[in-house]
């Protein structure tokens, strides 16, 4: 007996467009529905030669990987370990689900030609803008932020759970007996920096210490910053940073004024890039799973391609204090 759409449409229980639509590789039909049309074609052994035909097609989505121009630079030249690691999740991903992509600048000047033809968007980096996104979301494509978030939006996006992270890590050492410990913040606009610094004080507050937060930007001179926390605070145990290639650069200056690290001064960070373990001494930090957050990423966007949990969600990855040898215990 010839089967037909209507009869797997039938123990599907979905309709005979949607049969079609399957038939065709459309994409848009939802992956949990696409699963049950195939299931049932499987169940009543329906193998026409078209069907074997569109199921041999390869249907690629198109995904753009959006950048800031620093985390683009970084990723080309391999020095950006953090998002090289983030990137990998993506790829990795991505692998399996028969998606190309490319990786852009979201500040090029050929923003529209890198764009064509993209079916759904990754933003990858802290210092994505609140104009990057209004623009992204103007296409009317699926959009995933990855290690960012701005108040305000309604937006998925993945990022690291820095207010936890960071309190846990300060939380140890003041548990430990330290008492003064300076916070070295960055006042980009990240996310992930404002979050960790609200964990640091914290557990500075729980314990009864006073925050001392010293901001800096891209253009502050790290000696000088060094020094004067040192000066202002000659009691200080600790220096913590808001991200590991800022207290690689704590550590040089600490040498460069004559302090040992851990014995004088211990210093901390947070994301444990590889150079963090390689470090002399080895840095003390907070482990992000940088590789999850792009995966994880990446399955979002998936999802939001094929229609699946299309509400906005905000994805937090927990992270895990790393105890090495710039702290002393």
């Not at 639509?21 to 939802?30: A, I, K």
């Not at 529905?33 to 249907?59: C, G, H, W």
């Not at 103007?138 to 939006?153: A, F, H, R, T």
């Not at 960071?166 to 330290?178: A, N, S």
Request: aromatic share 12%; with cysteine.
């Amino acid at each position: 007996m010839k089967v037909r759409t209507k009869d797997i449409a039938r123990i599907a229980n979905v309709s005979t467009a949607t049969v079609s639509r399957v038939l065709n590789g459309s994409p848009n039909v939802s992956e949990k529905t696409r699963q049950k049309v195939l299931m049932a074609i499987e169940s009543l052994d329906y193998t026409p030669d078209l069907f074997a035909k569109n199921l041999a097609k390869k249907r690629y989505w198109e995904i753009g990987i959006g950048c800031t121009d620093e985390v683009f630079r970084g990723i080309e030249s391999r020095d950006y370990q953090f998002y090289l690691k983030v990137i990998e999740g993506i790829q990795k991903y991505f692998s399996r689900k028969k998606c190309n992509f490319t990786i852009f600048s979201v500040d090029s000047k050929n923003l529209e030609e890198n764009i064509k033809g993209k079916q759904g968007f990754l933003l990858v980096g802290g210092g994505v803008t609140k104009k990057t996104i209004d623009f992204f979301q103007s296409i009317g494509k699926p959009v995933v932020l990855v290690d960012q978030y701005i108040y305000g939006y309604e937006i998925d996006c993945v990022v690291s759970n820095g207010f936890y992270g960071e309190y846990k890590l300060i939380k140890y050492f003041l548990d430990k007996g330290y008492r003064s410990i300076a916070y070295l913040f960055d006042t980009a606009t990240h996310f992930s920096y404002e979050q960790r610094r609200l964990g640091y004080e914290k557990a500075m507050y729980e314990k009864g210490y006073t925050p001392l937060v010293y901001p800096f930007n891209e253009k502050s001179n790290m000696l000088e910053i060094t020094k004067r926390i040192l000066e202002e605070h000659p009691e200080v145990e600790a220096i913590a940073t808001c991200e590991d290639r800022v207290a690689l650069k704590v550590i040089e200056c600490l040498k460069a004024l004559g302090k040992r690290v851990p014995d004088d001064v211990g210093v901390m960070g947070f994301d444990d890039i590889e150079s963090a373990e390689t470090s002399d001494p080895a840095l003390t930090t907070v482990n992000v799973f940088k590789e999850e957050m792009g995966s994880l990423a990446a399955k979002r966007l998936f999802d939001l391609l094929n229609n699946e949990d299309i509400r906005p969600t905000q994805i937090s990855l927990f992270t895990n204090i790393v105890i090495r040898d710039s702290v002393k215990l």
